[in-house]
C-alpha cells in the first residue's frame, strides 16, 4: 500500500505513545518511559520551542504525525516533538523543569487546548520507516525568498 494510501484518523493526544526507538532520542542510562522521552525531547531536541509556536499558531494541517499499531498502543513514529508539545501543554506537570513556561504558555494561548489530532495511520514500521527517512533526509519543498 503506497503512503498516500494510508487512512487518516483522529486520535487523543493523551492515547499516543512516544516512539522509544526514535532515533533522536538518546536516554543513556535512564530506563525508557513516556515522561524520560518527553523530558529528553524537550532537553535535547527542542519541543520547548515547537510549544511555542502550537501555543500561539497551532498546528500546521498539512503536517501529520504517522502512527503505527504496535502491542496495542498506538504509537507515533513521525512527530514525537509534536506530540511531546502537545501532552506538555495539555499537563505541564510533567516535565517539572519547564513547568512554569510551559502553563504560562498555555494559560496565554489564543490556541484552545489540542486534546486530538488527525494522524496518518502506517500498515507496519518499516513501511513508515521508508517514508519518515525520505522527510528527514532530502528537502522536497523550497524555501521562500524573504519578500516573498
Excluded: C
Amino acid at each position: 500500500m503506497a503512503s498516500n494510501d494510508w487512512p487518516t484518523e483522529t486520535a487523543s493526544v493523551v492515547s499516543l505513545w512516544l516512539d522509544e526507538q526514535n532515533v533522536r532520542i538518546d536516554l543513556g542510562s535512564k530506563t525508557p518511559s513516556q515522561d524520560a522521552l518527553i523530558e529528553d525531547l524537550f532537553i535535547n531536541q527542542g519541543a520547548l520551542d515547537l510549544a511555542k509556536s502550537i501555543a500561539s499558531e497551532g498546528l500546521f494541517p498539512n503536517d501529520l504525525p504517522i502512527i503505527v499499531e504496535e502491542g496495542g498502543k498506538q504509537v507515533v513514529l513521525e512527530g514525537n516533538r509534536r506530540l511531546a508539545a502537545l501532552k506538555a501543554l495539555l499537563n505541564p506537570d510533567a516535565i517539572p523543569k519547564y513547568k512554569a513556561q510551559l502553563q504560562k504558555l498555555a494559560e496565554s494561548s489564543p490556541v484552545p487546548p489540542i486534546e486530538n489530532i488527525t494522524v496518518v495511520r502506517a500498515p507496519d514500521r518499516a513501511s513508515a520507516d521508508r517514508v519518515i527517512a525520505r522527510i528527514h533526509t532530502t528537502k522536497s519543498r523550497k524555501p521562500w525568498a524573504p519578500l516573498r
